[in-house]
T-cell receptor, first 111, second 110 residues
Framework: QKEVEQNSGPLSVPEGAIASLNCTYS??????FFWYRQYSGKSPELIMS????GDQEDGRFTAQLNKASQYVSLLIRDSQPSDSATYLC???????????FGKGTRLHILP | KAGVTQTPRYLIKTRGQQVTLSCSPI?????VSWYQQTPGQGLQFLFE???????NKGNFPGRFSGRQFSNSRSEMNVSTLELGDSALYLC?????????FGPGTRLTVL
């Protein structure tokens, strides 16, 4: 089983709708969870961090964590064309504190 | 506050050569991590340095090495380059759990 799994997409969402990105992880002891956005040709940019079960909101972004299900998600409300990018889920390994990245989900917002 | 800087931004080398990449972290950040990113494998962890010591290492061959200086600047070296080493090499600095990436060095091996 891969350590951090994401659907590669592309996920196409109409402008103004809610985009929902999902990620599962295998290390049950993981404590820190991150979402990065990566535009084509650019480096990843940290957009959300979440450390405890529940929701963490920042503007149009909401990260959701469910440790029992080993599942973390990112919701983007009122999606804009500028949200079109690859979104990387990252999880800190409980064994050695390394940050493990998923391969990312490509999101395409349709104008 | 200045972000993470990496030099050079682009490199073209031939098989068998070696290359050194440089990373300057955000001021005050003592941890520097290196990643290789390719379309097929995604972001793969190479190693992490903290206070001049390698704290973690990924599953890469010994041709990949790194070091960190007392001012937290870090370098990574790849010897005996192979075609498969063509990738975007990213450096990230952190002060806690959150990592902040530099713009990367695009390495092409011919």
């Amino acid at each position: 089983q891969k350590e951090v799994e994401q659907n590669s997409g592309p996920l196409s969402v109409p402008e103004g709708a809610i985009a929902s990105l999902n990620c599962t992880y295998s290390d049950r002891g993981s404590q820190s969870f991150f979402w990065y956005r990566q535009y084509s040709g650019k480096s990843p940019e940290l957009i959300m961090s979440i450390y405890s079960n529940g929701d963490q909101e920042d503007g149009r972004f909401t990260a959701q964590l469910n440790k029992a299900s080993q599942y973390v998600s990112l919701l983007i409300r009122d999606s804009q064309p500028s949200d079109s990018a690859t979104y990387l889920c990252a999880v800190t390994s409980n064994r050695d504190d390394k940050i493990i990245f998923g391969k990312g989900t490509r999101l395409h917002i349709l104008p | 506050k200045a972000g993470v800087t990496q030099t050079p931004r682009y490199l073209i080398k031939t098989r068998g050569q070696q290359v050194t990449l440089s990373c300057s972290p955000i001021s005050g950040h003592r941890s520097v991590s290196w990643y290789q990113q390719t379309p097929g494998q995604g972001l793969q962890f190479l190693f992490e340095y903290f206070s001049e010591t390698q704290r973690n290492k990924g599953n890469f061959p010994g041709r990949f090495s790194g070091r960190q200086f007392s001012n937290s600047r870090s370098e990574m070296n790849v010897s005996t380059l192979e075609l498969g080493d063509s990738a975007l090499y990213l450096c990230a600095s952190s002060k806690g759990n959150e990592q902040f990436f530099g713009p990367g060095t695009r390495l092409t091996v011919l």
